[in-house]
């Protein structure tokens, strides 16, 4: 089990930026992809970034995408989501994710993160 613990969220006015950070623990050696995945009050969970740990292979939702940057330090067990002019839309709980492959959907998710809230105010 791979455990995650995410920071960086808040309270940012719409136009603004904010960096999540995601620390991995545990059995990191069988993670294979980390991502982040956002729910909104009432919506389903949405994908929203993913990368490849050994890589740093990227996809990101188009809804983010121009504006959302996933990364990561190996050496650190550390993933980020650098968030640029976020849109009152991309306020959510945040939660990072850790996968033995590939993963867009919450299904082929293996570790789930607690998640960290972010509000964008207009």
């Known amino acids: 089990q791979v455990q995650l613990v995410e920071s960086g969220g808040g309270l940012v006015q719409a136009g603004g930026s904010l960096r999540l950070s995601c620390a991995a623990s545990?059995?990191?050696?069988?993670?294979?992809?980390m991502g982040w995945f956002r729910q909104a009050p009432g919506k389903e969970r949405e994908f929203v970034a993913v990368?490849?740990?050994?890589?740093?292979?990227?996809y990101t939702a188009d809804s983010v995408k121009g504006r959302f940057t996933i990364s990561r330090d190996n050496a650190k067990n550390t993933m980020y989501l650098q968030m640029n002019s976020l849109k009152p839309e991309d306020a959510a709980v945040y939660y990072c994710t850790a996968s033995t492959r590939w993963s867009t959907g919450p299904a082929d998710v293996g570790s789930w993160g607690q998640g960290t809230q972010v509000t964008v105010s207009s």
């Open positions: 990368i490849t740990w050994s890589s740093g292979r990227t």
């Open positions: 545990g059995r990191t050696f069988s993670t294979y992809a």
